[in-house]
């Protein structure tokens, strides 16, 4: 119940299209869904987050679409850049636990 | 704002002696520190979170005595692998909140290695 199911496990998009990471929970308790990036060597960083009170949010090209009925969110990357070329984490977290990571999807963005 | 710098980047040491992971929170007081490990193309587990002035709490099947986490101040939290093997090999990565726990700030990761 506390697992978050992320999907794909990897991902290839052309420059310039759409790259669309999913994810799944159980606990209808969570209440900040959070996305993070991270590039190879390095710390995840907070890419874009929802609280289930809303059912789009958009920032640049990340948007996460939320879907509280269905529990399901996701993460679309508009125009993809090589640049975007990372491994995405979906996460959820309630107060007075702690953050539970998706699997991790790895995206390569072919120029 | 929200930095988290973490030191060092990669080591590499022999098995049985012992290393030492810094966390700082540079612009912010970290109420609450996380420390993670993470294998090659996997997710974040979650080793411990540690609180200023408080032991920390181990996840379930982490060796509270093979890492050494200690929280003595807002911005600095260590992690200490004693007696390393080379099972203990991985990257080690802090995050660090700021009073609410949900947005998470991490350090750019160690990667230890044990020979």
């Known amino acids: 119940q506390q697992q978050v199911k992320q999907s794909p496990q990897s991902l290839i998009v052309q420059k310039g299209g759409i790259s669309i990471i999913n994810c799944a929970y159980e606990?209808?308790?969570?209440?900040?869904f959070p996305w993070y990036q991270q590039f190879p060597g390095k710390g995840p960083a907070l890419l874009i987050a929802?609280?289930?009170?809303?059912s789009e949010k958009k920032e640049g090209r990340f948007t996460i679409s939320f879907n509280k009925s269905a529990k399901q969110f996701s993460l679309h990357i508009m125009d993809s850049q090589p640049g975007d070329s990372a491994t995405y984490f979906c996460a959820a977290y309630t107060g007075g636990f702690k953050t539970i990571f998706g699997a991790g999807t790895r995206l390569f963005v072919k120029a | 704002g929200a930095v988290v710098s973490q030191h060092p980047s990669w080591v590499i040491c022999k098995s049985g002696t012992s290393v030492k992971i810094e966390c700082r929170s540079l612009?912010?007081?970290?109420?609450?520190m996380f420390w993670y490990r993470q294998f090659p193309k996997q997710s974040l587990m979650l080793m411990a979170t540690s609180n200023e002035g408080s032991k920390a709490t181990y996840e379930q099947g982490v060796e509270k005595d093979k890492f050494l986490i200690n929280h003595a101040s807002l911005t600095l939290s260590t992690l200490t692998v004693t007696s390393a093997h080379p099972e203990d090999s991985s990257f080690y990565i802090c995050s660090a909140t700021t009073g609410s726990n949900e947005k998470l700030f991490f350090g750019s990761g160690t990667q230890l290695s044990v020979l």
């Open positions: 606990n209808t308790a969570f209440d900040y």
């Open positions: 612009d912010f007081q970290a109420t609450t």
């Open positions: 929802i609280r289930p009170d809303v």
